[in-house]
């Protein structure tokens, strides 16, 4: 089975599905990772993600945040328990940069209680552990 460049490790101690990009990837490998993400989460029935994405360039392109918005994160309401809480750890260096454009940067600022997710953007894992376990 391909991995996507991805490293996804259940973490029932947390608890929460931590996904680890390993190298730069493509689109179509960014898609199929969200989608090895959520096969994942399904299986442990886990609605707490930590999303680690240091070791990849942003993909931001208006496309890919199409298909996250449309097609990706209207998956996500109400299939969990809980509502699905997504922990986008990136650099601090990547954090300056997301104010200005990042696909991350724009979905943790559209939070819409209604939504049925929350995301945030960290650049500390242990404060991003915390906030998934509230």
């Known amino acids: ?47 707490r993600w930590l999303l680690d994405l240091r070791r990849r360039e942003e993909l931001a392109t208006p496309e890919l945040d199409a298909w996250l918005e449309t097609d990706f994160f ?15 750890l990136v650099s601090p260096l990547r954090a300056l940069q997301a104010q200005s454009a990042s696909s991350v940067a724009t979905i943790s600022s559209k939070q819409d209680p209604t939504q049925g997710y929350h995301t945030a953007l960290f650049t500390d894992e242990a404060a991003a552990y915390y906030w998934l376990a509230q």
């Open 1 to 47: 089975m391909p991995n996507f460049g991805l490293e996804i490790t259940p973490r029932p101690d947390l608890p929460a599905i931590v996904a680890r990009w390993q190298r730069e990837i493509t689109a179509y490998e960014l898609k199929a990772g969200y989608y090895a993400v959520l096969d994942a989460a399904d299986g442990h029935r886990c609605w």
């Open 74 to 88: 209207t998956l996500l309401p109400n299939r969990y328990a809980a509502p699905v809480r997504i922990a986008f």
